[in-house]
């Protein structure tokens, strides 16, 4: 047995599959201490250590969601928030600086900031190992191993969906291991289709689902492991990722290149509408497990002074204001109960929305909140929203901002408000919570917004500074002033920082750790409502471990219960009737839904590209603050210019992410990206 483990490592080594580790728990070293499996599978410590091990591969570069760029990591910025501080080379030897423009233009070649492939690969092995080697671990009950069976077979799949979100298809492993006795060439993988990695990962799903034993974990030591929560969750993701425009009816010229080594074509030319249904299934199993809500807090109409103010009250409605949650937000504040998820207020235990977090990459959440925070002791300044992503959001009744979208040629006719807040209106309570002397624009908004958005003016509070004077600082983006335009990186390009994230407490030095939110229940309910909405005709769908048989179908019904919580705990009216009845108006709101709900979470990168929208999205012209007026010049100031140092393009390889050219060498059945190169 030890002589086959041994060489079945070299070959996976050769592939290129296994890159080399001074970890004593890496495959690698055991073929060279010969050390066999029953060592490890036998003692229940180096059991979890080898579990521990799979696991760490989800976290760092193999995560590539929420950080704060610069580093290879760069998916939670497209055409809503930008990164800066990477414009200009402090070092020619920073290999590692990927500029915003860099990422955007796809300037960046195959063998840059490419980590993610080799190590979602060594890590599907370690927990490949893992599944087929813990039943022999007799130190553990029969649930402990099933249980543990169940998270090594969660991380697996869940490594593969990170490969099928970046690269598209991707090699599927054989589960039980590689035949040493082939040859070279016979060892090689093709790419599989989108299509069969999608299914891989949902039947592993289910198979993990089943084998994990718990729905939710709620203590501090294992919130961080799986739950059948989690594994159908990111099934209902890739699921909808494999039913929407890319993988689905895709018969552009960029898919007719998409194929393996033998010419199959690897994106579905042929459209199935009974995807969407799949995908819907698989969004409502999550909803009926009964377990996740989405977080709130508690309405208090205390009111400490001007800094110090719970509650931004949306005006009156007649469905929701006069209603108790769930069915109306008389007794919940919108705005803290969205801010709080993110700024690491609400732990993880009592997060009842969390369905899944890698909690180890909490130190890349604060890393971006000091990239976002002024240069107020020691801020970077430098991440931003362009004016799109202002734009998008909602006054507090539910109508468009004046002016939306005009610059890019979408406006309705309207014109953007002019004027400023003055001291008056902050003495009488108006437009909550600006403070003097900001742009009338940003008032009366929805209360995501001022959770999100650090407008010309927001207060950052900098509640833990010892200094009573160093707390509630207005900041303004002025030139001339600290945090305004200067030649250096340290500025904000539009004009418009970013408040998620970020903590009342927080300050350069002192930043709250947050968990990042990998997979939260509003992102599901936001799925569900998706995916029925591109139905027409009715299907019956088992439940995941067929308890029940769903039927499924374009129910209007069934869709508020994915759009109206969201709506409701932020605050807002639900969508017009004429909206639900149009399947494509629902459509573009609910894009617009998740484009402001789910910022800076590592999502609409990825959106724009399975919807087959970043061709016309991430193309148009960004907009921003004329950041190079000053305090006298206001009103010019708030009047949006074209930002042209920051790159808006799109072309078709920019839909995946390349493979590098050393992963091609050692595998010659693989085959790249279009419009990638295959050699040096």
């Known amino acids: 047995m030890i002589k086959k483990f041994s060489i079945l490592l070299l070959a996976l080594f050769i592939l290129g599959l296994i890159p080399s580790c001074s970890d004593y728990l890496d495959s690698d070293r055991y073929f060279r201490d010969r050390t066999s499996l029953e060592t490890v599978f036998t003692d229940r410590e180096r059991t979890e250590e080898w579990l521990a091990y799979a696991y760490s591969f989800l976290t760092g570069a193999t995560a590539d969601i929420i950080a704060k760029a610069g580093n290879g990591s760069p998916h939670v910025y497209d055409d809503a928030m930008y990164f800066g501080d990477r414009d200009v080379k402090y070092d020619p030897k920073d290999a590692w600086d990927l500029s915003y423009n860099k990422f955007r ?224 937000w008389r007794n919940i504040d919108p705005f803290k109960s969205y801010r709080n998820l993110f700024t690491g207020a609400v732990s993880p235990v009592d997060n009842p929305e969390l369905i899944f977090s890698r909690i180890h990459n909490t130190s890349e959440v604060a890393a971006m909140v000091i990239h976002q925070m002024p240069r107020d002791f020691g801020g970077w300044n430098t991440h931003g929203l362009t004016q799109k992503m202002v734009d998008a959001y909602y006054m507090n009744d539910g109508a468009d901002v004046p002016g939306k979208d005009k610059e890019i040629g979408r406006g309705d006719g309207s014109e953007r408000l002019t004027g400023f807040t003055t001291q008056e209106d902050v003495a009488a309570g108006r437009y909550r919570p600006l403070g003097r002397d900001v742009s009338l624009q940003y008032a009366n908004r929805e209360p995501r917004f001022y959770a999100s958005v650090a407008y010309n003016g927001a207060v950052w509070h900098y509640l833990s500074r010892p200094e009573p004077g160093d707390r509630h600082r207005q900041t303004f983006y002025y030139r001339g002033g600290g945090n305004g335009f200067m030649n250096s990186p340290f500025h904000l390009r539009t004009g418009i920082g970013v408040m998620k994230f970020v903590d009342p407490q927080d300050a350069p030095g002192n930043i709250r750790l947050k968990a990042e939110p990998a997979i939260r229940y509003a992102d599901i309910l936001l799925l569900y409502a998706e995916a029925l909405n591109e139905l027409d005709a009715t299907y019956s769908i088992e439940s995941w471990d067929g308890s029940a048989t769903y039927s499924i179908s374009r129910d209007i019904e069934e869709i508020k219960k994915g759009v109206r919580p969201v709506r409701i705990r932020a605050g807002l009216p639900d969508y017009a009737s004429g909206t639900y009845n149009s399947k494509d108006v629902l459509r573009s709101a609910l894009k617009r839904e998740r484009m402001i709900e789910l910022l800076g979470e590592g999502k609409r990168y990825f959106d724009l590209r399975r919807w087959k929208d970043a061709a016309v999205e991430e193309a148009l012209q960004i907009y921003g603050c004329n950041v190079i007026m000053n305090a006298e010049r206001r009103e010019e100031f708030h009047q949006p210019v074209a930002i042209f140092n920051l790159a808006s393009t799109f072309s078709p390889k920019l839909y995946f992410w390349p493979i590098s050219h050393s992963e091609l060498k050692h595998n010659n059945r693989l085959t790249q990206t279009p419009g990638w190169t295959s050699y040096d």
């Open 105 to 328: 233009l796809g300037e960046y070649n195959e063998n840059e900031y490419n980590d993610v492939w080799p190590r979602c690969y060594k890590g599907i092995y370690q927990a490949s190992v893992f599944i087929h080697n813990i039943d022999m671990n007799l130190t553990m009950t029969t649930e402990e191993r099933l249980d543990y069976k169940g998270q090594a077979r969660f991380v697996r799949a869940y490594l593969y969906w990170i490969l099928l979100r970046k690269y598209g298809p991707v090699p599927i492993m054989p589960d039980e291991g590689i035949d040493y006795t082939l040859s070279y060439d016979d060892l090689a993988t093709p790419r599989s289709s989108y299509e069969e990695v999608a299914e891989l990962i949902s039947n592993e799903m289910v198979q993990a689902a089943k084998e994990l034993q718990y729905i939710r974990r709620n203590d501090n030591e294992n919130i961080s492991r799986p739950t059948k929560g989690a594994a159908l969750a990111t099934r209902a993701y890739a699921l909808i990722f494999a039913a929407s425009p890319l993988a689905n009816g895709n018969d552009d010229e960029f898919a007719r290149a998409m194929v393996d080594d033998q010419g199959r074509r690897l994106l579905s030319q042929e459209y199935s509408e009974e995807k969407w249904a799949k995908a819907a299934a698989a969004a409502r199993d999550v909803m009926e497990l009964g377990t996740y809500d989405l977080y709130t807090a508690a309405f208090t109409s205390t009111d400490n002074g001007p800094h110090d103010r719970p509650t931004i009250v949306p005006p009156a409605d007649a469905e929701f204001s006069n209603q108790d949650w769930p069915n109306g």
